[in-house]
């Protein structure tokens, strides 16, 4: 009897190989992705600098000037407008701006370093809690709590003050600052708070004199962000900062202090002194910014890196 015939297996379907990707290719889409990339910051660039330049610029024209090429070249590059604007006002603007940030924008790194500290390292009942109060308070808008803020500032007698706004800016910028802080104290290496409590230091000292340091960079970046946003703040003072008779003195903080120079010109425009006013307003953080951005780097990528 002879033996079934076996049926023979299909033959398998050849394999495709992917021809390997040649240098060429990946070297040319990294061309245009770098090309691509830095005509977006190009862009961003001249869209930054270029209001900035020519608000600079207007600063040295004539009204006639400005109304009849407001893109051209100063013809006289005469810094007595700059005095004008500051003898107009713009000096006490200034320096009461400068006042109220002294004392503002430390507060605000103390209180707010100390709070995030304490949620980011130690467990209690309603960390969390407390936690996610301080959030919410960064998506709070303000101008929901325009209205109880100034008659609980009134019942204090604090408006017109400079204490009353400094409060006031040390509670609104807490949020932003605990929830930074937060972060960047939990990323701190716990060995060296353990080492310093071994060697009798309390719990205070431990956090000034070994935490608070190690945290410089997070420090030194969310006290920038509160200062450019403490000195570009508009509405908080408008409501706060008005005199409330007749003998009360003007304090007006710069941003206020800019439109009330606007008004004062009326039908008599004085632009250049205006734009001088601005750029007055505007040079002081951009030195800040510019000299410290490095850290401001280093301390948002830190917490990162860590």
């Given amino acids: 009897m002879s033996a079934p015939i076996k049926e023979s297996a299909p033959p398998a379907p050849p394999t495709v190989r992917k021809a390997p990707a040649r240098p060429g290719d990946e070297r040319s889409e990294g061309v245009v992705l770098n090309v691509f990339s830095h005509g977006f910051l190009a862009l961003w660039a001249l869209l930054i600098v270029l209001p900035l330049l020519w608000l600079v610029l207007s600063s040295f024209k004539t009204d006639a000037q400005i109304g009849g090429s407001a893109f051209g070249w100063p013809e006289n590059w005469d810094l007595g407008v700059f005095s004008r604007a500051w003898d107009k006002g713009i000096g006490d603007y200034f320096v009461n701006t400068v006042i109220v940030l002294i004392f503002s924008v430390p507060l605000t790194m103390l209180f707010g370093s100390m709070a995030a500290y304490v949620l980011a390292r130690y467990q209690f009942w309603g960390n969390r809690f407390l936690y996610y109060f301080f959030v919410a308070g960064a998506m709070f808008p303000v101008f ?46 716990t060995a060296v708070f353990e080492a310093a409590i071994l060697d009798g230091a309390s719990h205070s000292r431990a956090f000034f004199q070994v935490m608070l340091p190690m945290a410089k960079p997070g420090l030194l970046s969310v006290g920038i962000f509160n200062t450019l946003g403490q000195w570009n703040q508009f509405i908080l003072p408008t409501v706060l900062m008005q005199p409330q008779s007749g003998d009360d003195p003007e304090r007006y903080v710069l941003t206020q202090g800019l439109i009330q120079l606007q008004q004062q010109q009326g039908y008599a425009s004085d632009l250049p002194v205006l734009f001088a006013g601005v750029t007055i307003a505007m040079i002081p953080m951009l030195v800040v910014y510019l000299s410290f951005q490095r850290q401001v780097q280093a301390g948002l990528t830190s917490a990162t890196l860590k």
Avoid: E, W
Avoid at 153 to 180: C, E, H, W
């Fill in 144 to 189: 929901l709590a325009l209205v109880p803020l100034f008659f609980m500032v009134k019942r204090l007698d604090m408006l017109n003050t400079y204490q009353g706004l400094i409060l006031v800016y040390v509670a609104y910028s807490m949020p932003f600052t605990v929830f930074f802080m937060h972060a960047f104290f939990r990323t701190l290496p």
